[in-house]
DNA sequence: TTGAAAGCGTTACCAA
DNA sequence: TTGGTAACGCTTTCAA
C-alpha cells in the first residue's frame, strides 16, 4: 500500500502539496498536479479513510439506530441510505433486539467519534438518557419523542387516520371497527383521538369491542377475522381500519377464505401504502416514509454543517389511495 | 472532548500506561490502574474509534453490497447484522440501485480502508472487475459466483426445488408448472434442471407452456393465474412451484378471489419460508437465509484472522415446509 | 505556488 | 511494571 508519503518523496513535491492536489486545491499549478496525478495512477494510489476520518475529525458515517429491520422499515432505510449516500455520507446498522444495552452501542459509537451523526427508529432506552447524547452529535428520530432535544421527523397519525375515516363513512359504511397496534403508544392514541371524534361528529354509535389491540401482522390480523365470525347472531363491522398493510392483507386473505366478499361483505383499510398494498390491491393511507427519511438526513446535515445553506425539510401529508377493498 | 494524553498529565503516568489499561493489558499494577480509571471516569473520556482504527489498521467495519434491501434480503441482513455486532463488527450498507459505478463505491472504500472486508449480494459489475478487488481484502458473496475469488455461500437451489417436486408429486399432483424468476439466472436453471430430471423420472408429461419466466412478485403471481384462467378449455396445472413466497401469495390470493379453492383446484408451493409464507400457511421451501449469512460473517472471520481457530461452516440444506396450500 | 512542521488520538516496540 | 517515542496517514497553518 502507498502512501501519501512515498507520492510526495516520489514526485519530489512535499506531503501538502500532494494532499492540495487530493483535495482539489486550486494553489497547485498545472504542471505539478499533472506529475503528482501520474505518480498516483501508477502506485495505484488511494487516500486511507482512516487517516482522512482522524484528520479532519469527522467519519462521514451516520448510524441508524432501530430494533430490528423490518418491511416497515425498509422504505426508509433504502432512502436514508440513498439520500445519504448522494452526499457523501455511508449509513451503519445498529440493531438492539430490544436490548437496552446493545441500543445504547450506536449511542457510544457517536460519542466514541465512530459516526457523524444518529438516527433513531423505535428506541427501548430512557429518552433522557438518549437526549443526553445529543451533546456528542446531530440525533434525529423518526419515531415521534416526547424530548424537545431530539427532533422527529414523525407525523401525526391523526391527519392520517382521519383521511381513512372521512374515506369509509363517504363510502357508505358506519359500522367501524379498529385494529390497532400497541395500545400506549401515540401513534395509537393519535388514531383513537380521530375514530372517537370522527363518531361524534357524524352521531355513529361507537362500539367500544370493535377497538381492537395488539394487532400487528398478518397472522393477527387473520385471527381477528375469525374471531369476528365466531359468533354468528352478533352484529358485526362493515369495514377494518388497519394499523399497517400487513394486517389489512391478513384480513383480506382471511376473509376471501371464509368465503366473505371484500368490500362487500367487509371493507378493509390498511395503513402506510406499502408494496404490498399496492400488489394485493388494498386501500391505504399513504405514510410517505422515503420522504421522511430525506428529511432526517438533511435535518442532521443542517446541523452537521451549520454554514451551509439550510435544506428545508419537504411539507410532508398523509394520502388516501383508493382501491379494491372500499 | 479528552484525548489520552490529558489522562496521562493527569495521572502523571505515560501514555502507554494509560493504552494499556485501555486495552486490559495484564501489565498494569492494580494501584496504577485504579488512579487511571478514576482520571478517565472523572473526565468521562472515551477512546476515539478513528485513532483506533488508524492505529491498528482496521476498522471493525463489515461493508454490505447489494443492489437494494427488499423482503428477501431482509433476513440475511438482519442476521449477518447481528452477527457481526455479537463480534465486535459494524456493518455499513452500500446500495447501489443497479448502477455500476456506485456498486464500486463499496469495493473502493475496501480499498481505501474504511471496512475491513465485504459481503456481496446480486452485483452487477464484471465479476473479473470485483475479484481483481480481493488483495485489498477479504469479500464473500451471497450470490452464486462464477469466480473462485470469490468464495459463496449460496446453496444449489436445485436441490430445493427437487425437495419441492418431490413434495407435489407424492401428494399425487402431476400437472407442475414453475412460475421462475430471472431465465438466466443459475437459479432459474438449476430449478429447471431438477424439473426436467424428475419429469423423467415419474414418466410425466413435460409442458413447456407451463413453465412462466421472470414471476417475480406478488402482482406477477396474480396475472399468471389471470392468464391461466383465461381460456376455460384449455387443460390447466395442478399445482405451481413459486421463484419465492411472494409470488406464491399473489397466486393464492388470487385464486381465492377467483374463487379457486387452494389446494383441491391448485395447489402452490412457494420459496425460502419467509414470514408471509408463514403468516399465510403457504407450503414452501425452507432456505436457510439467517445461516447462511452467519456462514458468511464467518467466511470473513476466518480470513481477516488467520490466526484465530477456523469457525467450520454449518452445513446446510433446504427443507421442506408443508402448510394448507398443497 | 510550495514546503516544513505541528496536529489528529491511538498503538506498539524497545528500553529501563 | 513503566516510560519514551516512533509509527499510523492524512490535513492545515504559517512561512517563504
Redesign the interface.
Known sequence: MSNLDQIAKLSGFSKATVSRVLNQSPHVSQATRDIILKIMNELDY??????I??SKGQ?L?IGMCTE????VM?PF??SF??TA?QNGY??????S?GDAK?EL?AF??L????VDALVISTCVNDQALLGSYRKYGPIVAWQRMELPEIPSVAMNQYDGYMLGLEHVIGQGYTRIANAFGRPSSMNTLSRFKAYQEIMKKYDLPVHPEWSFNGIY???EG?QLVRDLLKDDNEERPDVILCSND?VAA?I??EA??QLLKVPEDLAVVGFDNT??A???GITSIDNPIAAQAKNAFHLLMNSLNPSEVKVHQEKLQFCLVKRATT
Open positions: 488511494v487516500p486511507n479513510g482512516n487517516a476520518s482522524l467519519t458515517q430490528g429491520i423490518n418491511e425498509l432505510l433504502n441510505v440513498e449516500s455511508q449509513t451503519i446498522i445498529y440493531t433486539g446493545k452501542q457510544e459509537d460519542r466514541r467519534k465512530r401482522s398478518i397472522r387473520e400487513l391478513g383480506v386473505s376471501r377464505k408494496e404490498l399496492h400488489s394485493l
